[in-house]
């Protein structure tokens, strides 16, 4: 796949970097486990792999976007 693939990347306004999306990034993490389709798992660790990021940046990222435009 290719960095274009939009399978690969964040959607726009995304950052993988806590300190910019997830919030405080003095923020103690905790764990977090859920389940998730294996086609998505996979995307994931792709999209990890070709930006050598971390699973819990692009989620925490994901999460946050999520949350901020749903107001919480």
Do not use: C
Not at 22 to 31: I, K, N, R, V
């Amino acid at each position: 796949m290719s960095a274009k693939d939009p399978k690969t990347e964040l959607p726009s306004g995304l950052s993988p970097t806590p300190g910019k999306a997830g919030g405080d990034p003095t923020d103690p993490l905790e764990p977090f486990n859920s389940r998730l389709p294996r086609s998505l798992q996979k995307r994931l660790k792709v999209h990890v792999a070709l930006h050598d990021t971390k699973i819990q940046d692009v989620l925490g990222a994901a999460l946050d976007d999520y949350l901020s435009r749903h107001g919480s």
